[in-house]
């Protein structure tokens, strides 16, 4: 079975919150907003302390810093923005290719599948993906994806 659907911003927000309750995956840009706050903290507090320095040293570094860090997520999003992703199951385990990256996931490394009333979650030994229902084509399309899961998982 191929599903080939180009997946939405909002969509991919939606979709990794839930898959959160699935699998707890390491997502290292994550951690950016922790080390972005402990840096303007640590300047800011670096600035006050600093008798001679301009309180409007603090709220440049502040809000510059938030700016680059949001410039940041904006030019990650747009890198694989609108771009399809091919999500192949077959008999020996599930492949996702987009154009600039390929991940396979055999059978025996599928831990858990669930639905949402949007998505199929999957979540295998080091990754989880979703699908998007509205890729499925409607009621039969997810039908058998559903029981193609549930056979290959068992």
């Known amino acids: 079975m ?16 839930a898959l959160g309750a699935v699998l707890p995956v390491f997502d290292r840009y ?21 008798p001679a320095a301009s309180p409007w040293q603090a709220l440049v570094t502040m809000f510059g810093g938030t700016a ?8 990650r999003a747009r890198k694989h923005a609108g771009k399809p992703l091919t999500v192949e199951l077959g008999d020996e385990g599930i492949e996702l290719r987009q154009p600039s ?4 996931v055999p059978w025996a490394g ?11 979650l999957v979540a295998a030994e080091r990754a989880a993906f979703y699908l998007p229902k509205r890729a499925l084509c409607g009621a039969e399309g997810e039908a058998a994806l559903r029981e193609m899961l549930r056979a290959r998982r068992e």
Not at 101 to 104: A, C, K
Not at 110 to 120: H, S
């Open 2 to 17: 191929r599903i080939t659907y180009i997946p939405t911003l909002s969509e991919h927000l939606r979709a990794r919150r």
């Open 30 to 50: 994550a951690l950016l907003p922790w080390f972005l706050a402990v840096g303007l903290i640590g300047s800011m507090i670096q600035q006050v302390a600093n």
């Open 68 to 75: 680059c860090f949001f410039a940041g997520i904006g030019i």
């Open 101 to 104: 990256n390929r991940w396979s």
């Open 110 to 120: 599928v831990r858990r599948v669930d639905e949402t009333a949007e998505f199929f």
